[in-house]
């Protein structure tokens, strides 16, 4: 049974700089493709960055393109968002999902297609 911990996340100033960490443990995590979500209070969780099970592809939202980077070290489990020139609006709870890569990387912004999720990590961007 896959399970995904998420961490790296914190209290920073507007304009500074984080790097989440998914960490995968149970199986091996080359065979999923992996997608970073966010949900702010009262909002929706919505999808923003994903990457396929090799690396090879990756896709952002509009609104994070340009300042934030998603990569994978499948050696180590492992898949990272470092995030730079943070906003207000970045404030949210961070989530990282994986889907097994038979099911397709189409749609990877559509938190139904993933079948496992972390717990959650608190960002905060705040003077």
């Known amino acids: 049974q896959l399970q995904l911990v998420e961490s790296g996340g914190g209290l920073v100033q507007p304009g500074g700089s984080l790097r989440l960490s998914c960490a995968a443990s149970?199986?091996?995590?080359?065979?999923?493709?992996i997608g970073w979500f966010r949900q702010a209070p009262g909002k929706e969780r919505e999808g923003f960055s994903c990457i396929t099970h090799s690396g090879e592809r990756t896709t952002y939202a509009d609104s994070v393109k340009g300042r934030f980077t998603i990569s994978r070290d499948n050696a180590k489990n492992t898949v990272y968002l470092q995030m730079n020139s943070l906003k207000a609006g970045d404030t949210a709870v961070y989530y990282c999902?994986?889907?097994?890569w038979g099911l397709g990387y189409n749609n990877c912004f559509q938190k139904n297609r993933y079948n496992y999720w972390g717990q959650g990590t608190q960002v905060t961007v705040s003077s």
């Open positions: 149970g199986v091996t995590l080359d065979m999923y493709h």
């Open positions: 999902g994986a889907t097994p």
